[in-house]
Nanobody, 127 residues
Framework: VQLQASGGGLVQSGGSLRLSCAVS????????LAWFRQASGKEREFVAV????????YYAESAKGRFAISRDNAKNTVSLQINSLKSEDTAVYYC?????????????????????WGQGTQVTVSS
C-alpha cells in the first residue's frame, strides 16, 4: 500500500485547509485510514480515522468540531478538512492505513496499529 499526502501549506490563523491522501496498491475494503500529526519536538498524535467500507469515523477530542475526515471510494482518497486553523495546528500531517479490520474507536488512536504511512505534508499556521 502506498499513501501520498498533499494539501499542506502556509495559512493564516482562522483559515481552512483540505488535506488529501491518495491510496494505491491494495484493496481497501477492510481498511481504516487515519490522520496523525506531529509538531516539532512532540510525539506523533492521532487526529481522526475513517473506515473505508462503512465510513464510520472517530476523532481525537482536540479535533472534534474543526476537523472532518472523509473518503472517496471511487478516487481512493481520504481527506481531512481543517477549519478555523490555530497556531497549535502547525505540524506535519501524516495519513496512515490499518488493513486489519473495518472498525474504528478509541483503540484507533494507537499509531502502532498502522502498518502503512504516507510521507507527511506540512501545515503551518501563522498568527
Amino acid at each position: 500500500v502506498q499513501l501520498q499526502a498533499s494539501g499542506g501549506g502556509l495559512v493564516q490563523s482562522g483559515g481552512s485547509l483540505r488535506l488529501s491522501c491518495a491510496v494505491s496498491g491494495r484493496t481497501l475494503s477492510r481498511s481504516v485510514l487515519a490522520w496523525f500529526r506531529q509538531a516539532s519536538g512532540k510525539e506523533r498524535e492521532f487526529v481522526a480515522v475513517i473506515s473505508w467500507s462503512a465510513g464510520a469515523t472517530y476523532y481525537a477530542e482536540s479535533a472534534k468540531g474543526r476537523f472532518a475526515i472523509s473518503r472517496d471510494n471511487a478516487k481512493n482518497t481520504v481527506s481531512l478538512q481543517i477549519n478555523s486553523l490555530k497556531s497549535e495546528d502547525t505540524a506535519v500531517y501524516y495519513c496512515a492505513a490499518d488493513l486489519g479490520g473495518p472498525k474504528v474507536g478509541p483503540f484507533s488512536t494507537n499509531k502502532r496499529l498502522y502498518s502503512y504511512w504516507g510521507q507527511g505534508t506540512q501545515v503551518t499556521v501563522s498568527s
